[in-house]
């Protein structure tokens, strides 16, 4: 029963779906807006799915805000949002260390987004800011003394990357005791036309590659998020119900922690790929495929209306 465009199911297996979660985790960007802008429809639903009594959680791969940052974000986008609904990346690289009772320090290689973070659950960082070379890479390298009590390596997204991080980043995490943590892994963050904007994903494989070693990785479609839901919020896989507008993130992550998975077709995702995956001989391109999916968020609004 795979990937069903929810506008032809009849009344009681529209029903049936409605009633078959308590809780909602929806990815942002390309299904409640696209960058600056509320996707036209989607606040409505929200709004409507808390009604009736869901649970609702904003799910994000973006590191450079923080939770504050992002229900400001909402709010102005006229969703309304609590700071404990929002599961941004900056976030769970917060929560990951905290349970880890880490004491030492972070070295960044990201935005005041994961600072500001780390801040708040009282661990020091070093890192942020632009680091260029500034003599030549040779000396430099030659010179750097590492700080002995930088105890672990967050890398997110950071338009100040430099190889001056790249070798220092690599230089701490080549310590097997120094963690290494990676946001998230996208390699393309969203662009407004065909140009590309490297994301998070590029910044962290160089480091991979430099150190020879693989970060921890915590964002979609990594499973840690619904550890987290599930340790502070009891969250029941099966009655869970992620929305997202991509395969690899947002549905890949449904289908690995047991949730069920709609895809809206407003943002990455096409059906065209959909249906290649389908029919794909690999498991893991099958393992894209949502349970569910329409157009966009809004089309649902009306068979809400009735709950
Ligand atoms: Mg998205």
């Known amino acids: 029963m795979a990937a069903r465009n929810v506008l032809t199911l009849c009344k009681e297996e529209l029903v049936n779906f409605i009633n078959s979660f308590d809780v909602v985790l929806s990815d942002c960007d390309g299904v409640l807006w696209l960058e600056k802008e509320a996707i036209s429809g989607s606040p409505e639903v929200v709004k409507r799915l808390k009604e009736i009594g869901k649970k609702f959680f904003y799910v ?3 590191n450079t805000k923080t939770r504050a940052q992002f229900v400001e974000k909402c709010q102005d986008l006229k969703y309304e949002a609590k700071l404990d609904e929002v599961m941004c990346t900056s976030y769970l690289a917060a929560t990951y260390l905290k349970e ?8 960044i290689v990201g935005t005041s987004g994961i600072a500001e973070e780390l801040e708040a659950v009282g661990i020091d960082y070093i890192g942020l800011g632009p680091d260029p070379v500034i003599t030549d890479s040779a000396e430099m390298v030659r010179d750097f003394k590492p700080d002995p009590t930088v105890g672990a390596v967050v890398v997110g997204f950071d338009e100040q990357i430099s190889y001056a ?15 290494f943590i990676g946001t998230n892994c996208d390699n393309q963050r969203p662009s407004p036309n065909s140009n590309i904007s490297p994301g998070s994903g590029c910044m962290l494989r160089v480091i ?6 693989k970060a921890v990785l915590l964002g979609k479609p990594e499973p840690y998020i619904s550890q987290i839901l599930i340790s502070k919020y009891g969250l029941d896989p099966v009655r869970t119900l992620m929305i997202g507008d991509k395969g690899d993130t947002d549905i890949l992550l449904g289908k690995r922690c047991g949730f069920k998975t709609l895809l809206v077709l407003s943002g990455v995702t096409t059906l065209k790929d959909v249906e290649r995956w389908k029919n794909s001989d690999s498991s893991e391109e099958r393992d894209l495929v949502p349970d569910y999916y329409i157009n966009q968020l809004s089309d649902l609004l009306p068979m809400l209306s009735t709950f």
């Open 208 to 213: 991979e590659a430099a150190s020879n070693r």
């Open 100 to 107: 880890k009772n880490f004491s030492q320090k972070v070295y």
């Open 60 to 62: 994000t791969n973006n």
């Open 165 to 179: 991080k790249i070798f220092k980043a690599a230089t701490y995490v080549q310590d097997p005791n120094v963690h």
